[in-house]
């Protein structure tokens, strides 16, 4: 049964808790470039639709040749391909890695841009990458990072509207109901609660540490202790 706290009380005693638990699981692979505003853009770009640990692989892979545009130009187009070919469209994501290196140093004197819009002029780079770079690279956070685990947890938390879809809105409206202080770490978090707990076609409710909180939106229990996700990624 969910408890019956004001609204800004469960979201607070939910973060409080996923926060906690979070010490204790494996921490997200972006993580590793925070600070970092060159790895932390390509790292971004090559995650798209990709697992965690495929993206890992490929970082590690491209990282280890070169780490910085100037030498990463200096790679063939068949080292750049085989280094991240772990990653979902990996083809085309080895052009973006050549093209983004070589806009760097011609338009932006090798230093990455500050701006959600000059990033975007970036090839391969949409507005989720270009937030999730500021985020971890420049540790600005005028948005929250909306990846499929922000858009599946939130919704099932009834933060987001369930019908909602594009991650711009999405982050809207997290904004809208998260303190100005959650919004670093959300991303983080959800990335990790999803994979531990909130899963996405099976959550595991029956153990979850928030389920008194938890509103279940479009989440269909199909057995004992079973629950399953009705179609929102
Ligand atoms: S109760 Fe279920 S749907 Fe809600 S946050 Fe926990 S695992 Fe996700």
């Known amino acids: ?60 892979a491209l990282f280890e040749l070169a780490d910085n545009p100037v030498d990463m130009l200096q790679l063939s187009d068949e080292q750049i391909r085989e280094a991240v070919s772990p990653v979902m469209y990996f083809e085309n994501k080895a ?11 011609e338009h932006d004197k090798g230093v990455v841009p ?5 990033l975007t002029e970036y090839k391969g780079v949409g507005w989720k ?3 999730l770079t500021l985020a971890v690279g420049y ?14 947890i939130g919704k099932r938390l009834g933060l987001v509207n369930p019908e909602t ?12 109901v998260l303190p100005r202080e959650y919004w670093p770490y959300w991303n983080g978090l959800m990335v990790q609660f999803g994979r531990v707990i909130c899963q996405p076609t099976y959550p595991q409710c029956a153990k979850c540490l928030v ?12 057995g004992p202790n079973r629950f399953k996700d009705a179609g929102y990624a």
């Open 95 to 105: 052009k973006y890695v050549r093209e983004i290196c070589q806009r760097l140093i």
């Open 129 to 131: 990458v270009a937030v």
């Open 165 to 176: 879809k594009q991650p711009p809105k999405i982050s809207e409206e997290l904004k809208k």
């Open 139 to 152: 540790g600005i956070y005028e948005d929250i990072t909306v990846d499929v685990h922000v858009n599946r």
């Open 114 to 118: 500050r701006t959600v819009d000059a």
């Open 1 to 60: 049964m969910m408890n019956n706290m004001p609204e800004d009380e469960r979201i607070r005693e939910i973060y409080e808790r996923i926060s906690e638990a979070a010490k204790a699981w494996p921490p997200t692979t972006l993580s590793y470039y925070e600070g970092q505003p060159f790895k932390a853009l390509i790292a971004s770009m090559l995650s798209a639709q990709t697992r965690e640990e495929q993206t890992f692989k490929a970082m590690n």
């Open 211 to 222: 389920r008194d909180l938890c509103p279940q939106i479009n989440v269909i229990k199909i």
